[in-house]
């Protein structure tokens, strides 16, 4: 119980963190949120299933793309629009899972990267659609309830989106679903003989995180009023699998911490060693995956534990 209203105030305080920000410093700690989002989707299907999958940008476009085709082409009402999205995201994830899961080796990975390279060449190909390089802006989020949710309390919405996808991840986790999982990650063979359908538990699990990519998305597309090929590159995805790793592939927590470091790391570095700075970011994370194996949440273990020890010891007679 003590957790979960601790759990509850952080969510109120990380929304009322929105309404004190300037407009720069807003849309930073958006896109943040946005990343946060996507690394709890991500390190489930990474570190807690074990599938090295490359397509979580591409969803995470998906969503984007269609929920602004959607609304401002096809004028479909939010409701059915998101509804049409979120099952357009499980059909495609679907479709990618079923035969790369069941084959053996680095198929999905492969499988994941041939549907990232095809979807970004397709945002750049329909121009009808996508707007090309340039991609799609000049709308706005429609009124909800007759309310206009702009600023601050769309900031708010995405602290729930962050709040959700955690919840909903950890709750699973904590399941038999979330249990299989890991027995499938730590040893198929072992898992299977234990009564765990793995190619069923694998389509599952890519199935939910590429939806909730998709999801992200969704809120994405009105956090600039513009959705353009370079958010969703290649390239993000790897940053992204680098903050889980770096993090604590495998936790949630160390998902979100991993994200929070090396989100911010470019803020601090570029304005000492400018245009370098990229290759800094990367000796960064290389001595942190050498030095760190288990990410940077085990050093937050290890000062718990400490704490803990010491408070022990003081409350001994």
Request: net charge positive; hydrophobic share 55%.
């Amino acid at each position: 119980m003590q957790s979960r209203l601790l759990f509850l105030a952080l969510v109120v305080a990380l929304c009322v963190v929105g309404f004190y920000l300037n407009s720069y410093q807003a849309d930073i700690y958006r896109k943040l949120l946005l990343w946060i989002a996507l690394g709890i989707g991500f390190n489930f299907l990474f570190g807690i299933c074990g599938q090295v999958a490359f397509s979580h940008f591409a969803f995470y476009g998906l969503g984007a793309y269609w929920i602004v085709i959607a609304l401002f082409q096809f004028h479909l009402p939010l409701p059915v629009a998101v509804l049409i999205g979120i099952a357009l995201a499980g059909v495609v994830a679907l479709l990618i899972a079923i035969p790369s899961t069941r084959l053996e080796g680095p198929y999905l990975a492969l499988a994941t990267l041939a549907l990232a390279q095809l979807f970004h060449l397709g945002i750049v190909s329909g121009r009808d659609f996508t707007g090309g390089d340039t991609g799609v802006g000049g709308y706005r989020l429609p009124d909800i309830l007759g309310f206009q949710v702009t600023g601050p309390w769309y900031t708010a919405c995405l602290v729930l989106l962050c709040a959700g996808t955690y919840v909903l991840l950890n709750r699973i986790d904590r399941s038999w679903f979330g249990r299989a999982c890991r027995a499938v990650r730590d040893n198929q063979a072992a898992a299977q003989a234990m009564g765990v359908n793995v190619p069923l538990t694998k389509v599952i699990a890519f199935t939910l995180t590429s939806v909730l990519a998709s999801v992200a998305g969704f809120f994405y597309a009105f956090v600039d009023n513009l959705v353009a090929p370079g958010a969703f590159s290649l390239e993000n995805m790897f940053i992204l699998l680098f903050m889980i790793i770096v993090g604590g592939s495998g936790r949630q927590l160390g998902a979100v911490i991993g994200v929070i470091i090396l989100y911010a790391a470019p803020f601090f570095i570029e304005p000492l060693i400018g245009h370098f700075h990229f290759m800094a970011f990367g000796a960064l994370v290389v001595v942190l995956i050498i030095f760190q194996p288990k990410g940077l949440v085990a050093l937050l273990d290890t000062a718990l534990a400490r704490v803990n020890g010491v408070a022990k010891k003081g409350a001994q007679p």
